[in-house]
């Protein structure tokens, strides 16, 4: 493994971010400085760190913002939020084609379009969140948007800080406008006020809460994660899983082993950029979610990643809940829950996109809209056979861990690969095996559930038609009886007339 100028650049900015985060919230604390200064300061920092690491391409950042307030203003609050998206994601792709195929093709760097794709979603999120709370109506709009809806158009100082503020501008995570802006003006910690049967009662919420004690289990994991990084990562590349001599010799489940290892070695490099991008925000001050019910402050509002649900995930579903959280709830948000149609396919295209240009992205992700269907459609139809028991339920669990593990390596190496012939060398040397099971699953399931379907229309259809048949025939006695009875009724009339 290769340190290379700009990952030494990387961590040092970060490592002087925390320091700036920690001197930020002693001495520009909400109690003793202005909305104002705290706006211009983390932005300034921002910037600075930006130029530090990008040189001149750090411009990109404040172009593409400056662009999209910009648009908000022009447009207005009825269809700002699609020019926004359009313009945003349309100027990242753009930056990151210019870097894959200008100037480092399949390069791993700290380049300027990572910075740039967290400012996209700030973007196009907000844009979103000022149209829902300006232009739809409140009965439109679900729990969570009229939650995050922002009822006014921010300032320009507003919009370049929540964008491009020293706490996320290298590393994210993603954070709600509101949480933001609640942070900058000190209202997280505010007593508040409420009624109860009738009465109004004054709640006060506990003092500012100490980030120390999140900040330095964090770094812990941080210095963990790196410690794996520089050790074991390197002496179990991806790359050997398509070794011409490895696919030759090694038996299957050697191969199965190496796989999982190899990908699960992959992952603590995010695992030490996003827990120590937390720890910068925690150690300003952002990030606190609350108390629980015994009293102990959680520091996970805008944490990126859960590693120990990660690595014992026992569903596809619950390891992309726990991976990268931030950007799912930003695709969960701008894409799935807004989706005319197949909301799964249209999310999995746009995190595609967002991720870049390089051919693997798409591989794996059009390959993880398959396991994800194919996934939920045996959870639904097998997992209530397996929860009978404690034991039944054991076994499942462990089963469905091994699955979703070696599912999630075998989808994810070409992300790793980048290109299109290794990926394409990879899944052959696997005869693309997960891709065919998941094609069965789904014609296997949909053929069962089509013919119990036909089953139970047929049984309906009977029904109806024997229900049909007597009530034809009770209609058919009540006819004969009823002109029966106006025949008797005639007659008695004649007879009487007669008479």
């Known amino acids: ?54 040189g001149w391409y750090a411009l990109h950042f404040v172009i593409q913002s400056g662009i999209s307030y910009y648009i908000m203003i022009i447009i207005g609050v009825e269809n700002m939020h699609k020019y926004c998206f359009v313009f945003a994601l349309g100027y990242l792709t753009v930056c990151q084609i210019s870097r894959v195929y200008i100037f480092d093709y399949g390069q791993y760097s700290a380049d300027f379009s990572g910075p740039m794709m967290i400012i996209t979603q700030k973007i196009t999120s907000l844009a979103y969140e000022i149209h829902d709370g300006m232009f739809r109506k409140d009965e439109e709009l679900t729990a969570s948007q009229q939650c995050l809806a922002v009822r006014r158009m921010p ?44 009465k109004e009662e004054i709640k006060y919420e506990q003092t500012d809460p100490s980030p120390n004690t999140a900040v330095a289990q964090k770094l812990v994991v941080c210095g963990l994660s790196l410690l794996f990084h520089m050790t074991v990562s390197k002496t179990l590349p991806v790359e050997y899983n398509i070794d011409d001599h490895f696919r030759a010799t090694a038996s299957l489940p050697t191969r199965i082993i190496y796989l999982y290892l190899s990908l699960m070695a992959a992952r603590p490099k995010y695992y030490f950029a996003w827990t120590l991008a937390d ?33 014992f995930s026992t569903s596809f579903k619950m390891f992309l809940d726990n991976w990268n959280i931030q950007t799912a709830l930003w695709l969960k948000r701008v894409c799935y829950e807004r989706a005319s149609f197949s909301p799964t396919i249209q999310t999995f295209i746009l995190s595609a996109i967002w991720h870049g240009v390089y051919p693997g992205y798409y591989l794996t992700f059009l390959t993880g809209v398959l396991m994800t269907l194919a996934a939920r459609t045996v959870r639904k139809n097998v997992r209530h056979y ?29 992300f790793v690969l980048l290109s299109v012939k290794p990926s394409i060398k990879f899944y052959s040397s696997w005869y693309f095996c997960l891709h065919i099971i998941c094609i069965l699953v789904f014609l296997i399931f949909t053929t069962k559930r089509t013919k119990k379907g036909s089953k139970e229309q047929e049984g309906i259809q009977s029904s109806w038609s024997k229900k049909q048949e007597e009530e034809s025939i009770r209609g058919h006695n009540f006819s004969t009886t009823n002109n029966f009875n106006q025949k008797r009724e005639t007659t008695c009339r004649n007879t009487t007339t007669k008479q």
């Open 1 to 54: 493994m290769t340190v290379t100028e700009d990952k030494v650049n990387f961590v040092v900015c970060q490592l002087f971010a925390l320091l700036a985060a920690v001197w930020f919230r002693t001495y520009l604390h909400s109690s003793k400085a202005s909305p104002f200064i705290r706006h211009v300061v983390a932005t300034l920092l921002g910037l600075y760190l930006a130029l530090f690491c990008f």
């Open 155 to 198: 300032s320009l100082l507003e919009y370049l800080s929540y964008n491009c503020n020293f706490m996320g501008i290298l590393a994210g995570p993603l954070c709600s406008y509101k949480d933001y802006i609640t942070f900058i003006e000190g209202r997280s910690y505010q007593p508040t006020q409420s009624e109860a049967n009738g």
């Open 279 to 311: 720890a910068i925000n925690n150690a300003a001050g952002f990030g606190f979610r609350g108390y629980d019910k015994n009293g102990v402050s959680h520091w996970d509002l805008i944490s990126n990643l859960r590693i120990l649900h990660i690595e």
């Open 386 to 414: 397996f929860i009978v028991s404690p034991a039944t339920k054991l076994c499942y669990d462990t089963m469905t861990w091994m699955t979703t593990q070696v599912a999630i390596s075998y989808t994810v190496v070409p």
